[in-house]
């Protein structure tokens, strides 16, 4: 009998505990201890599209929220009708604990601060190499909002057909960042999903990064078609005839698991909410350097302890480069 190591797991994960639900509710109860559990795959004018077992189920959040909004990528606990037929709405009760929270401000004045995606653990920043130009001040302030939300990166460079990798994989050479290089052929034969998928397996990883970079494109090639359809696709057509991602939308990967979520494309990631200290955590090599940093020190100041501990050679000048740029870029309010 296989008792411990990898099957094990799978064993478990495969034998989980029936989940509740799909009861009648026939009278309110206080505590939904009868609610079924469901993952938000996208929102659209406060209507929740919610999997609940193996069916969608439309829902709406209950008064009893109040003012908290369930985002894509949310567990939640949804009650009412779970059938997930025509003209039903079911209710969201309760929004569980995130993991991990991709926010951003619509521009770094802006004290409003919106949850991208819920409970992903990776952040794929997808950037054409041209067409539109790349905007590293763009990707350096998705790099800092993945750091500060507890999301590892993946730099996704798309369009390799119309212009080469090589100096924008230079600039990002120093922070140790998976990428992934795809163009239009190799989008054509498959090879581009196949080394994407790769980095993908088992993980739910939000696509983010300026509108026509080719997010929809890649995750269309990602995900089969019949499960897009079941999920329903919302996009809108641009005033130059292309179709725009409208709304955030998580669905499924086949075979190696995992969930990937398209987001529409972003002019600008606001850093209002960033805390330098959660950033840092990203950065390993460079952490314990800052044990000597004044109170709330900002990284970069005179005072910063982590001068000395690169030039004790406790850590690469280049890494604290890198650090200090991506910090930098909180100061200026526009993305490029
Ligand atoms: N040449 C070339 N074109 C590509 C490639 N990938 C995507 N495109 C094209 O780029 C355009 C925009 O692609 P989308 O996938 O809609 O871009 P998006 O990032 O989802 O855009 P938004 O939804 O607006 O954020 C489409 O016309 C695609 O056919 C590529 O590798 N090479
Ligand atoms: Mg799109
Ligand atoms: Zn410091």
Redesign the pocket.
Known sequence: MRRYGKHTDEDDIRSRPNRKGNRPRTHIRPKHEDAAEGLVLTVDRGRLTCLVEDRTVLAMKARELGRKAAVVGDRVAIVGDLSGEKDTLARIVRIEERTSVLRRTADDDDPYERVVVANADQLAV?T?LA?PEPRPRLIDRCLVAAYDGGLTPLLVL?????APPDKLLELYGDLDIPYVV???GE?EDGT?ADRVREQLAGRITAFV??????????VNALVPEERRRSTGHV?AV?GRG????TSALALPLAGAGGWVV?T??VRSFGLAHVDPSRVIHAFPDLEPGTEGCPRACSHDEPDCALDAWVAEGHADPARLYSLRRLLATREHTEGD
Do not use: E, I, Y
């Open positions: 997808v054409a067409d798309t369009k390799s057909d119309l795809t163009s239009r989008l581009a990064g300026h509108s026509g970079v080719g997010k929809t494109t890649l996009n641009t292309r179709h725009t991602t398209d529409p494309g």
